[in-house]
């Protein structure tokens, strides 16, 4: 059993930035890690991956404004969120797969206001 425990998550104002981490209770090294997001009334959406290699991929909306990176000593994968706008509010989850299944955190709430 792995669990996935994000924070970092926060109100604040459009143009603003904030960094959002998710610590697993295993080692992280060998796998894909992702981030989600999900709006109210909307479907969890993926915001950015990044491999075991650190290839990392991007949703068009959030090209060039977030960074996704990972800690492997430390076990813990980051969401890097700058120039935030209100349509990135949401629940901002991390997921990973661990052996055949895949974990999901708690999430931690991002809100941006206009």
């Known amino acids: 059993q792995v669990q996935l425990v994000e924070s970092g998550g926060g109100l604040v104002q459009a143009g603003g930035s904030l960094r959002l981490s998710c610590a697993a209770s295993?080692?992280?090294?060998?796998?894909?890690m992702r981030w989600y997001r999900q709006a109210p009334g909307k479907p969890r959406d993926l915001v950015a991956t990044?491999?075991?290699?650190?290839?990392?991929n991007y949703a068009d909306s959030v090209k060039g404004r977030f960074t996704i990176s990972r800690d492997n000593a430390k076990n813990t994968v980051y969401l890097q969120m700058n120039s935030l706008k209100p349509e990135d509010t949401g629940v901002y989850y991390c997921?990973?797969?661990?052996?055949?299944?895949?974990?999901w955190g708690q999430g931690t709430q991002v809100t941006v206001s206009s």
């Open positions: 997921n990973g797969l661990f052996g055949l299944s895949f974990y």
């Open positions: 990044i491999t075991s290699g650190g290839m990392t």
């Open positions: 295993g080692s992280i090294s060998v796998n894909a």
